[in-house]
Antibody
Framework: QVQLQESGPGLLKPSQTLSLTCTVS??????????WNWIRQSPGKGLEWIGY???????LYNPSLNSRVTISVDTSKNQFSLRLTSVTAADTAVYFC??????????????WGLGTLVTVSS | SSELTQDPAVSVALGQSVSITCQGD??????ASWYQQKPRQAPVLVLY???NRPSGIGDRFSGSSSGNTASLTITGAQAEDEADYYC???????????FGGGTKLTVL
């Protein structure tokens, strides 16, 4: 059974950089044509896709966050990471990591982490 | 288009059927995937593609699509189906990923 687990600081000050890591267990990140995603959910709000990095090497980010986001993968540790610069209170959210797969005509997120709350406050 | 639109809230009587819809231009090209999220939990995939359920998801969940609208139907809603439901697919250009705003399902 594939499991994902987020880790990282839960409290940041405005202008700092958010750094989170997702550890994948139960399967090698290289075992298939997977996409490694970050998704967030502000308190009481809906899901917002942040971006992904896929096994062939490419990355794609939500245009609204593109200038501040970097997603990287370390297959030797079976981990992937999120870096979001210059955070503000609007970046306060539960951050989820998720594995994605794409097929002709659709995309899906089949495994999710439990999520980690990141609060931005002075 | 870069939006998927869902009704904010829907209710259904226990044992009855309900459909949750998702509208957007990209649904003319791509099928939606659907996720169930219960309070303080991670989303769970319940439906994907034309009408496919992951292992462990009950057959009371089904999907359909017509034009720019995708639908998730629960036939014989149970108390444990009360949750938020989100649709997801790629944007019209086939690149970025979109989520609908979510529908809160209440089972009466």
């Amino acid at each position: 059974q594939v499991q994902l687990q987020e880790s990282g600081p839960g409290l940041l000050k405005p202008s700092q950089t958010l750094s989170l890591t997702c550890t994948v267990s139960g399967d090698s990140m290289n075992s298939g044509d997977y996409y490694w995603n970050w998704i967030r959910q502000s308190p009481g709000k809906g899901l917002e896709w942040i971006g992904y990095k896929y096994n062939s090497g490419g990355t794609l980010y939500n245009p609204s966050l593109n200038s501040r986001v970097t997603i990287s993968v370390d297959t030797s540790k079976n981990q992937f990471s999120l870096r979001l610069t210059s955070v503000t209170a609007a970046d306060t959210a539960v951050y989820f990591c998720a594995r994605g797969e794409t097929y002709t005509g659709y995309y899906l997120f089949d495994y999710w982490g439990l999520g980690t709350l990141v609060t931005v406050s002075s | 288009s870069s939006e998927l639109t869902q009704d904010p809230a829907v209710s259904v009587a226990l044992g009855q059927s309900v459909s949750i819809t998702c509208q957007g231009d990209s649904l003319r090209t791509y099928f939606a995937s659907w996720y169930q999220q219960k309070p303080r939990q991670a989303p769970v995939l319940v439906l994907y593609g034309k009408n496919n359920r992951p292992s462990g998801i009950g057959d009371r969940f089904s999907g359909s699509s017509s034009g720019n609208t995708a639908s998730l139907t629960i036939t014989g809603a149970q108390a444990e189906d009360e949750a938020d439901y989100y649709c997801n697919c790629r944007d019209s250009n086939g690149n970025h990923l979109l989520f609908g705003g979510g529908t809160k399902l209440t089972v009466l």
